[in-house]
């Protein structure tokens, strides 16, 4: 049934965290610091990998798809965040609250997916090396890609659909960080048991099924890294996973226990914890981790730096002089 003609909220009012709300500019530098490192870090290395021609591999491709799509990411959510905590009334329309809501599960999908095609690709290359070259081509990378965003974009849409479809009469306080799904479904003044559903299955399909495939090509990757015989061997082949790894577990964890649940009711104060580390920490975990446990990306990052340093006036090393004797 058709609820829109019956909405009478026009804009909501973002609670955030009240219990902090003496702490609005300190929580405001340190949000502005975090944010600033993110972006940075991930243009730094989304440049890099695109300018050093030794990182146009399939893996570094991927890498740098990640980066640019975390750097949206946080777009979607941190800057109407950090404007909250300048004023006093922190407010957002209708629609601008759906839209929010839209590009933030969109780009969470895309990751989820991406995750997923950069598993499938240590696994080729681990556990297929030879056939790797011919698979893993620079086309199929980008249809990957591709397929990655345009699928993500795709997932959210009848969830959009079906909220924007519902009455909301008041109260208009959204008792989260941003506008997100639990929130909005906890403030219809409808049964909203075919909304959670649907949320329930479709979260459940990119989360799970996506972590699943992740799982099962690094079980195959594991036994294939235990039959190299040398030591040596097996810590190369797995050092290629490791911080790949670290962003799935930090990245999964916490959209697991915030979005696959068959119910509208939550904890304010764990969810908005949850909130706070897979839309504030984890997108500022890329960068860090790729840059300080990857060594060809450090070598890459000083070789650019240095390339950058030499097209600069005044900053080339001067050479030294000769004296007429």
Aim: charged residues 10%; positive net charge; proline residues 5%.
């Amino acid at each position: 049934m058709d609820y829109g003609n019956k909405s009478t909220v026009t804009e909501f009012f973002i609670v955030g965290f009240p219990a902090l709300h003496n702490y609005s500019s300190l929580i405001f530098i340190l949000l502005f610091i975090i944010y600033a490192m993110t972006i940075t870090g991930n243009v730094v290395i989304f440049l890099v990998i695109k300018l050093d021609v030794r990182l146009h591999t399939p893996m570094y491709f991927f890498v740098s798809v990640l980066s640019f799509l975390e750097i949206w990411y946080t777009a979607v959510t941190i800057p109407k965040m950090l404007a909250n905590l300048l004023v006093s009334r922190k407010t957002i329309s209708f629609n601008g609250c759906l839209l929010q809501t839209y590009f933030f599960h969109s780009l969470g999908a895309s990751e989820c997916y991406l995750l997923t095609v950069m598993s499938f690709d240590r696994y080729l290359a681990i556990c297929k090396p030879l056939h790797y070259p011919s698979i893993m081509t620079a086309k199929l990378c980008l249809q990957l890609a591709v397929g990655c965003w345009a699928c993500g974009f795709i997932c959210p849409v009848t969830e959009v659909i079906l909220i924007s479809r519902l009455p909301f009469c008041g109260p208009n306080i959204i008792p989260h960080i941003f506008c997100d799904f639990p929130p909005l479904l906890s403030l219809a003044c409808t049964d909203t048991s075919i909304n959670v559903l649907i949320d329930f299955a479709i979260n459940s399909f990119i989360i799970l099924v996506t972590f699943l495939f992740i799982m099962l090509s690094y079980i195959k990757i594991i036994i294939t890294i235990m039959k190299i015989k040398t030591s040596k061997g097996r810590r190369k082949a797995f050092s290629t996973c490791v911080a790949h790894l670290t962003v799935v577990f930090a990245f999964f964890t916490c959209i697991v226990f915030m979005y696959v649940r068959l119910t509208k009711s939550y904890s304010l104060y764990y969810d908005r914890l949850l909130a706070v580390i897979y839309s504030v920490l984890t997108p500022l975990l890329n960068p860090l981790v790729y840059s300080l446990r990857n060594q060809e990306i450090r070598n890459a990052i000083g070789r650019t730096f240095q390339k950058l340093r030499m097209l600069i006036p005044g900053t080339q090393p001067s050479l030294p002089t000769v004296q007429n004797v």
